[in-house]
């Protein structure tokens, strides 16, 4: 008995961390398969390049709870970055301040015309999408213009390093953490679920169901801001063909972290893990090296459609007696 149940324990760790099981699964393969996997530096490399998909996937991760979706992240991640590039000419202040100002802006306007007009979430952030792409090439002349980061301390933001880590690492770490904490252990986190689940019951709760939907939508923009913003200070200038499908792969890492579309149900450790899973297969497939730039993306596109089956499986398996 002492040796079953540890075990039993143990399975049950597994089905409801399926992101998780996966990726130590995968990363123990890669350790015995690739050796230029191994290196200290090649993990940095994954952290670090991992550190913007995941602030923007943090945010989503509040949105699909409530049971709605922000496709507007992927452009507003490009236009941070574009913004910040050309504010970082006034400082380290307002490179940083300029696109959270205007990206959460575009994220408080999702949140208002979601939740006081009803209008389907889809529609509204789809229309984000097209607008904050449209001002980023109005910005910058049609992607004409690329503007250098001319702060060294802003610059410092995406190449510096503390205790050997990246400094972007640090960042999306300590709002993970901050994340997960409200999530789970505030008011506000408790009612995101509860709206998620049903928000019919969440208004007759007594839950300012509307102001919650704007604050998780705000939400949303300024941690794509930030993340375009990083981004910008590590290139050094803001690129203006960036973003393009990252809000898809945002979805992916928060779904495959576990949390349901159709919302109430969620986790921000689970996403953390979606979002290295697909870090580390996009290192692998680097470390082949010879890989066509399409079928990579069929290589990732069967990767992840494996990875949800094996979750299916897990999530029966948890829930069968």
């Not at 890669?30 to 923007?56: C, K, Q, Y």
């Not at 509040?62 to 496709?71: H, K, M, N, S």
């Not at 236009?79 to 970082?88: P, Q």
């Not at 959270?100 to 979601?114: E, K, M, R, Y």
Request: glycine content about 14%; overall charge positive.
């Amino acid at each position: 008995m002492s040796i079953s149940v540890p075990a039993f324990r143990g399975s049950g760790l597994v089905q409801r961390q399926g992101a998780l099981a996966v990726l130590v699964t995968v990363v123990v393969i890669s350790l015995a398969t690739f050796p230029g996997f191994r290196s200290l530096d090649n993990a940095g490399t994954i952290l670090v390049a991992a550190a913007p998909p995941m602030l923007i996937a943090l945010g989503m991760t509040f949105v699909i709870i409530t049971g709605g979706i922000d496709l507007s992240v992927g452009s507003l991640y490009v236009l941070g970055g574009v913004v910040a590039a050309w504010a970082s000419q006034w400082g380290f202040v307002a490179a940083l301040a300029a696109p959270l100002l205007l990206c959460g802006a575009i994220g408080v306007l999702n949140g208002i015309l979601i939740s006081r007009t009803g209008m389907a979430p889809f529609i509204v952030t789809l229309a984000a999408l097209l607008g904050a792409r449209g001002l980023m090439r109005s910005i910058s002349g049609e992607g004409s213009t690329t503007y250098l980061v001319r702060s060294d301390v802003f610059h410092d933001l995406g190449t510096g390093t503390l205790l050997g880590i990246g400094l972007p690492v640090w960042v999306a770490a300590v709002l993970v953490g901050i994340g997960i904490l409200t999530l789970n252990r505030t008011r506000f986190g408790h009612a995101v679920h509860a709206i998620g689940g049903s928000e019919d019951a969440a208004a007759l709760m007594g839950l300012p169901v509307r102001r919650i939907k704007v604050w998780v939508y705000l939400l949303s923009g300024l941690l794509a801001g930030l993340a375009g913003a990083i981004n910008a200070a590590k290139l050094g200038s803001g690129v203006t063909v960036l973003g393009s499908g990252m809000e898809l792969d945002a979805i992916a890492a928060v779904v495959i972290g576990g949390t349901l579309l159709t919302g109430g149900s969620g986790s921000i450790a689970g996403t953390v893990a979606g979002v290295l899973l697909l870090g580390v297969i996009q290192n692998l497939i680097n470390q082949v090296g010879n890989v066509n730039s399409n079928w990579q993306q069929v290589i990732s596109g069967g990767f992840l459609a494996a990875v949800v089956v094996a979750q299916t499986y897990l999530v029966r398996a948890r829930r069968s007696p």
